[in-house]
């Protein structure tokens, strides 16, 4: 294993990456501007399906540069043991991590968008609003191209300068942490299944939101009914993905108390307030029930966000927000800068 070498050529990596996205997130947020001022145009009603297939377009593209990335860092990060001086495999960072969630978020609603057949052109508005301004939030805040997956790379990039060191004592216990992450999380079946059924579950969430915001503004049960399928549906791929979730945990936070983190506690109580809605449908005949069911949906989505923001400003198990990752360490590396 030559440290310096694979720093250089992940830094190799992160700079070509950044060359390619740098013009793609200029065209991202363009397009994304772009889709905002034809929605607010009712002249260009027609015009809202193509703006939507467009962006998406655009999120596609970006999201195939991105796997790119992705398998040429599985390629260029194995974790070797120091002690044996054997491979233990490679690092898989999934597409659905870091700086890269509210960017497959908004590509996941975009498909949706495309795929939804019932009010359609009612919809397509609050639809290409939410598109636009994840995407706009993805690329200003995210920054999954310039500023890529930070937490790995600085997890990655102080394993290497630990077995540069030489220095068994350094290297050893940098060795079993970034392959204690290797085998419980980036490479774990669970981050291959769980993230996307809740990213699915998401997107479903969304449009039923957009649904129900039509159905108080104009008081018409077929957006009710409209916002309950997709709700339906999100839902299932949500139970589904936090019992999927729940066994890896259990190994994987083995000794910590991450039943008390706020991401596990917000997805909770999101996913009462989605059973509460789905329940509370079953009186909707009730006088003044809708408004009932109405707020419920609301407030359900409301959660669904703050439930993702906690994932970055809440410490936890389950959260970003304590872990301070800024910098990318490859730059401190002997040689490793980006010349």
Known sequence: MNPLAIAN???????TLSRIGTPLQVALLVAALGLLVLTAIPAARDWRGLGLLAMTVLLVVGELVLAWFHWSLYRAMPVVNPTTSGVTGHVAAPLWIESEKLYVWALVVAIMGLLMRRDRRELLGGVNVIVGLFTIGAVVFGKPFTQPLPGLLAQYGGYLQAMMSGVLASAQPAFEGMEGSRQFFYNSWYMW???PLLFFSYGAFTISFVATIRMIRERRSRFETTAYHWARLGYLALTTGMLLGFPWAIIAWQGESWWWSGKVNMSLMMWLLYTAYLHARLYLRRRGMWRWVAAIAVLSFAVLVLTYITTYVVPGAHSY????????PFALLPGGGRG
């Open 9 to 15: 050529q992940i830094d190799g990596l992160i700079v």
């Open 193 to 195: 299944i769980h993230p």
């Open 321 to 328: 927000a304590a872990e301070g990752l800024k910098a990318l």
